[in-house]
């Protein structure tokens, strides 16, 4: 007699087993290993409960060099790696401004392109950069090939700050599945009706804030600073019809270039510097409010000296254990670098101290970049050289656990900004576009 089948699993119990795996990586090496198991992996309600229970790994940092894929050591490197080519390529979103430096005239010296200025969930926020004409009179003091003392009309190019709102372009892509959308650009008279010179345009993703797991449509905010005024112009993509917010307060933040997102809503701190409170916008309301930040401990964090380059990193800002605001301060005293872990617990009013966490010794300087899916990540630098290869580091807040994430080519003293990217393999998550 023939010796009977080997008794098969129910999908259900495979399931039970396959949802308990620790790491994505365990998930793809269980799907390789015949296809029913594969089948049960792939079924879109497995993935949505896998996602549900597990955060998306951490794959490395974007910026406007490219994808710094996370290196080995770090338990994400072989993802990382094998995702790299997608992650760092947005050349499957089309050019969409036909613009080039005259000669002699460069950008960053690479040209007119696509590069990312956000990343949430799984989606990328993609900007055009480029430089603008505009058509402006040589005065008596300027140098022209027609003399010194004359005044003429000559083509100048303008950074992209100096701009109007209407003149920026945006895209919104998922560099795993190669989707993107392009965003059509601020209407002109919408872009006008502030009235003002515009000097700080920051480009942003809402952040979804749901836990169902499913494709939500996707929010982009623009916070605009203008001489007196600060607008939002919003793009939900369920309309992709952009319209204008001018919030009743104007925030008295000198700069809001650093920032960190908690609980669907952001958080601004000035990048250099205590000031004293925190800038908060609800991205479910559209509305700002404000936290007092010089209470309790950080009233002496604030008055330490601070021997970094007489500048201080960004207080990266989180939401911490039972829900309470904790921000990570950092601090150099006597050459060495630490973290200052706060809280603002139980409707407090007052800061306190939870910890104070030493940084690796062997850096002349560390920054701090932002803080994303419940790890803060900062940088270190060698002393003496302008350009040079910096460590990047995370830190998991709830445990304090440290990790290098990698090594890449920085300019130390005007560091591009730094973008970590989470994803699921596209074995586990659905096209975000």
């Not at 709102?165 to 599945?177: I, K, N």
Request: proline share 9%; hydrophobic share 40%; aromatic share 10%.
């Amino acid at each position: 007699m023939a010796a009977p089948p080997p008794p098969t699993i129910p999908d259900e119990l495979l399931e039970e087993i396959f949802i308990r795996l620790p790491t994505p990586d365990a998930l793809a090496r269980a799907s390789a290993a015949c296809t029913s198991f594969r089948r049960v992996i792939k079924g879109r309600a497995f993935r949505r409960r896998f996602r549900t229970l597990h955060r998306p790994p951490f794959l490395g940092f974007m910026d406007a060099g490219g994808f710094h894929p996370a290196q080995a050591p770090h338990p994400s490197a072989p993802l990382a790696g094998a995702l790299a080519p997608s992650a760092a390529d947005f050349s499957f979103v089309p050019a969409v401004v036909s613009s080039s430096s005259p000669p002699g005239v460069q950008d960053d010296g690479e040209g007119p392109r696509w590069r990312p200025c956000d990343v949430r969930d799984g989606r990328v926020l993609l900007d055009w950069r480029s430089l603008y004409p505009v058509t402006s009179k040589c005065g008596p003091t300027a140098k022209t090939e027609i003399g010194d003392n004359e005044l003429c009309d000559r083509l100048t190019w303008t950074k992209r700050e100096h701009c109007n709102a209407a003149d920026f372009h945006l895209a919104v892509c998922d560099p795993l599945s190669s989707r993107y959308v392009l965003l059509p650009t601020i209407p002109e008279d919408l872009a006008a009706q502030p009235q003002e010179c515009l000097w700080d345009f920051q480009a942003v993703l809402a952040p979804n804030t749901t836990d169902d797991g499913e494709e939500q449509p996707f929010k982009v905010i623009c916070v605009a600073r203008y001489t007196t005024k600060l607008v939002l112009f919003v793009l939900p993509s369920t309309t992709m019809q952009w319209y204008m917010l001018e919030p009743p307060i104007f925030p008295s933040l000198e700069h809001m270039s650093c920032f960190d997102c908690v609980r669907g809503c952001f958080n601004w701190t000035q990048p250099a510097g205590w000031s004293d409170h925190l800038m908060v916008l609800d991205t479910r309301t559209m509305r700002f409010s404000t936290v007092d930040l010089l209470t309790g401990c950080h009233v002496e964090l604030s008055n330490l000296p601070d021997k970094s380059r007489g500048r201080r990193s960004l207080n990266a800002v989180v939401m911490g254990r039972g829900g309470a605001l904790e921000i990570f301060p950092l601090v150099c005293q006597h050459g060495s670098f630490a973290i200052y872990h706060t809280s603002l617990k139980n409707n407090s009013q007052q800061w306190k101290l939870e910890k104070i966490i030493q940084l690796p010794g062997q850096y002349h300087s560390i920054c701090t970049m932002r803080a994303a899916e419940g790890f803060l990540f900062f940088r270190g630098a060698p002393e003496g050289i302008h350009f040079a290869n910096v460590d990047c580091y995370s830190m998991e807040v709830k445990t304090y656990e440290i990790t290098k994430v990698c090594t890449k080519m920085e300019n130390t003293f005007n560091p591009r900004r730094a973008l970590p990217y989470f994803s699921f393999p596209p074995l586990l998550s659905e096209p975000t576009i």
